[in-house]
């Protein structure tokens, strides 16, 4: 039993993303520069670095919008730096995983209004922190697993465990990249 399972929930979901997180940070430390802002895999021809930075980007509206309780995911700042820079994102990811620690012991009893355009305009609905932390955490998985698909389009073989795969996949299945 992980000892993560009789953690208070909220503790246990930033628990998650910071693991997640870790293997962000992993992973930036092993590829190099090159690697980080390669456009050469299609079919989207997007980088390493921009699937990061978009990821980040997610979290940053959630911490953006928390004090004006309206989260607008369509209002990224798409931070180039992030994209480019290995070290600007690792440095960046710290301070998130600082920030999302900061959360632990904050009363999130309440709802928070959260705005996405699915494709037909902007629509706003209610959440929870930890609801929007839990979408946060699978969205990365999904970059993650985008990731993973460059690297091996690159013929780059680097193994984190589980990085890019939905904890519910099955073991056999769950090799990582």
Known sequence: MYLTSILPMKQRIISSINHNLNNAVA???VIDSTTYKDTSVGPYYSSIGSHIRHTLDFFDCIISGLDSNNIDLTARKRDEILSTNKESAISYIYKLQETLLSFIDVNTDYLIHVTDDMGQGKITVNYTLES???????????????????????????????FGYNPTTPVNKREGI
């Open 27 to 29: 992973l930036l430390k």
């Open 132 to 162: 929007i932390l839990l979408h946060a955490n699978s969205h990365t998985v999904h970059h993650y697993a985008t990731i993973g698909y460059i690297l091996n389009n690159l013929g780059i073989d680097i193994k984190i465990s589980g």
